[in-house]
């Protein structure tokens, strides 16, 4: 069964860091392309930044320099290493992660961790 557990959520200030975990389990995690996505209340769903399974790295333009995602293969995390936070930054925040395997597409989320920033 494949479970991936978001972590590090919480309530900052604006200019604060926050560092989010996504602990998987049940996937063979250098295969998969792995992202985090965000949703504000009353706003879709978006990409925040994507680490595919070459290690290729790309960010939505609002976050580049003040996000940084990483993986762990050896532990199967990923990480989103938040920093300068604004207001709007404001989400849940959900792990994902995807493969095409013989044609199968396999697609899987986390639950979401609520960040908010704040003063």
């Known amino acids: 069964q494949v479970q991936l557990v978001e972590s590090g959520g919480g309530l900052v200030q604006p200019g604060g860091s926050l560092r989010l975990s996504c602990a998987a389990s049940?996937?063979?995690?250098?295969?998969?392309?792995m992202a985090w996505y965000r949703q504000a209340p009353g706003k879709q769903r978006e990409l925040v930044a994507r680490?595919?399974?070459?290690?290729?790295?790309s960010y939505v333009d609002s976050v580049k320099g003040r996000f940084t995602i990483s993986a762990d293969n050896a532990k199967n995390t990923m990480y989103l290493q938040m920093d300068s936070l604004r207001p709007e930054d404001t989400a849940d925040y959900y792990c994902n992660a995807r493969a095409v395997v013989s044609f199968t597409r396999y697609d899987y989320w986390g639950q979401g961790t609520q960040v908010t920033v704040s003063s």
């Open positions: 680490i595919n399974s070459g290690g290729v790295i």
């Open positions: 049940g996937i063979r995690f250098r295969s998969f392309d």
